[in-house]
């Protein structure tokens, strides 16, 4: 399997680190109640299909990606950079 | 205060020739890590520049011979050879200590790199002043082209050790190979 980082081109898999579902970025309000908390820290889809995951670049850049990719073909959709480029 | 000896992190270790590779130590200077803070990348650069001749490189670049600096990841950069200017817009560490930094030369130095570094550095691909962070065997470190056959290899300084047993490995496997 390979990456294509935004930053540093295309690596292989064994310079990333697999975080999770990328549902991470998205922090629920601090008010937004204990199911929308639930959802967000506990509660996954395992999806046979697209999903959204937070990968580290750690060998490399070190810049964090959503990596969407499809769990049946194993197809690389999208590789984007989960924070702004500051620069 | 006691007055302390300098030690390389290869003392004892390098330099070394094994088959037509040479790997030899190289002992760049002060080294500091600038990391420009947000939207500080063009007041960075043009400090350097006014500084160096050479502004903060882009991803994958490294620019200068000595002073140098060299891309070292997202938003990163390593200035060596030459003291850090100061420079209001980013956060720079000094790392002099940090690092080992070792040469490698020789007619198969591709050969011995493609074990130990997964990504390609031919020369069409990975030309002179090309810079990757990537995988060095087990560890993080960087690689940079700086001649037809001539590379430096960037790992941590604690590493050191373990930097040179895989590059000796590496090389004695091409080296015992290209003998038969």
């Not at chain 2, 520049?49 to 490189?57: H, L, N, V």
């Not at chain 2, 790992?155 to 050191?160: K, L, V, W």
Request: with cysteine; charged share 20%.
């Amino acid at each position: 399997m390979r990456l294509n980082c935004p930053i540093c081109g295309e690596r292989d898999r064994r310079e990333f680190y697999y975080k999770g579902d990328a549902v991470e970025l998205d922090r629920p309000d601090p008010n937004a109640g204990s199911e929308a908390w639930d959802d967000y820290l506990h509660n996954r889809d395992n999806p046979a299909g697209e999903t959204r995951d937070l990968w580290h670049h750690e060998s490399g850049c070190g810049a964090w990606l959503v990596v969407t990719r499809n769990t049946l073909t194993h197809e690389v959709l999208r590789c984007e950079l989960a924070g702004a480029n500051t620069q | 205060m006691a007055k302390l000896i300098p030690s390389p992190p290869c003392a004892g270790l390098l330099p070394k020739t094994i088959g037509s590779l040479a790997i030899r130590e190289v002992d760049v200077g002060p080294i500091t890590l600038i990391a420009p803070f947000s939207g500080g990348g063009s007041a960075t650069s043009d400090v350097l520049k006014a500084e160096f001749g050479f502004g903060f490189p882009s991803p994958n670049r490294a620019l200068g011979e000595n002073p140098r600096i060299a891309w070292f990841g997202l938003n990163q950069a390593l200035l060596m050879g030459a003291a850090c200017p100061a420079l209001p817009q980013a956060a720079c560490v000094d790392q002099s200590d940090g690092w080992v930094i070792v040469c490698l030369e020789g007619a198969k130095v591709q050969d011995v790199l493609a074990r130990v570094v997964p990504i390609d550095l031919r020369a069409p691909v990975f030309k002179q002043g090309h810079t990757a962070r990537t995988l060095v065997g087990h560890m993080h470190g960087a690689v940079t082209r700086m001649g037809d056959q001539r590379f430096e290899l960037t790992a941590m300084r604690s590493m050191a050790a373990t930097l040179v047993h895989e590059l000796e490995r590496a090389a004695l496997g091409v080296s015992a190979r290209s003998s038969q």
